[in-house]
C-alpha cells in the first residue's frame, strides 16, 4: 500500500513569503503526485502535479519539487497572499492516476497581512 | 457550465437508515470518484467509477454502494448508515485517471 505524510500540520508566513510545504510518501512504484488546494467549507482545487520523470515543475506562482531518492516532494508558493490561505493536500498515485489515489493530512498554511 | 454538483448539501440520519447522495457532472468525464474526509484526516477513496457499468471499489467501500449507469451520474448509498460513517463525502469527475479531479462542494452528513 501507500502511506502520505507531511510535515507540518500548520505554517505561518507573512504576506509576500515564499511558503513551502512538504510531504513525504511511502511507496517507490508511486509514478504520480499531485498537489490540491482546500479553503474553508469547499472541495479540493486542482493545483499542479507531476509524474516521476520529472524532478520540477512550475506553474503560476507555484512549483513542485519531486526527490525520489528520499520519496519527498514539496510545494513552493511564491510571494504568499492572503488568499492563499487554505489547507494544502498533496496526493500520491501508482499506476499513472488510474486506480487508487492517497491523499495526506494536509498542511493549513495561514498567510497574515 | 456547473461542473461537479452535490446534493444535499447537509444531512441528518438515524442509525439504521439508507439514503443516496447524489452526483452529476456536466463535463463528460469518464472518471468519477467518491471520498469521504474526517476531522483532520485527508481525503480517502471509496469507490471509483473509469465509466458508464464500470465500477471499483477504493481504500474504504465496506458500507457503500455505488452504479454508473450515465457518464453524467454517479450516485452513493448508504445502505444502514452508521456514526462512523458521520463525515464529509466529496465527488470528483476527472478527464483522464483519478489525478486531476474536479470536485463538488460536498455534503456533510451525520449520522445519530
Known amino acids: 500500500g501507500e502511506s502520505v505524510g507531511l510535515h507540518l500540520p500548520t505554517l505561518s508566513v507573512q504576506e509576500g513569503d515564499n511558503s513551502i510545504i512538504n510531504c513525504a510518501y511511502s511507496n517507490s512504484a508511486s509514478d504520480y503526485f499531485i498537489w490540491y488546494k482546500q479553503e474553508s467549507g469547499k472541495g479540493p482545487q486542482f493545483i499542479i502535479d507531476?509524474?516521476?520523470?520529472?524532478d520540477k515543475r512550475q506553474g503560476q506562482r507555484v512549483t513542485v519539487l519531486l526527490n525520489k531518492t528520499v520519496k519527498h516532494l514539496s510545494l513552493q508558493i511564491a510571494a504568499t497572499q492572503p488568499g492563499d490561505s487554505a489547507v494544502y493536500f498533496c496526493a500520491v498515485t501508482m499506476n499513472s492516476g488510474y486506480s487508487t489515489l492517497t491523499f495526506g493530512k494536509g498542511t493549513m498554511l495561514l498567510v497574515s497581512p | 457550465n456547473a461542473g461537479v454538483t452535490q446534493t444535499p448539501k447537509f444531512q441528518v440520519l438515524k442509525t439504521g437508515q439508507s439514503m443516496t447522495l447524489q452526483c452529476a457532472q456536466d463535463m463528460n468525464h469518464e472518471y468519477m470518484s467518491w471520498y469521504r474526509q474526517d476531522p483532520g484526516m485527508g481525503l480517502r477513496l471509496i469507490h471509483y467509477s473509469v465509466g458508464a457499468g464500470i465500477t471499483d471499489q477504493g481504500e474504504v467501500p465496506n458500507g457503500y454502494n455505488v452504479s454508473r449507469s450515465t457518464t453524467e451520474d454517479f450516485p452513493l448509498r448508504l445502505l444502514s448508515a452508521a456514526p462512523s460513517q458521520t463525515s464529509v463525502y466529496f465527488c470528483a469527475s476527472s478527464f483522464a485517471g483519478l489525478g486531476q479531479a474536479f470536485f463538488g462542494q460536498g455534503t456533510r452528513l451525520t449520522v445519530v
Open positions: 507531476i509524474r516521476s520523470n520529472m
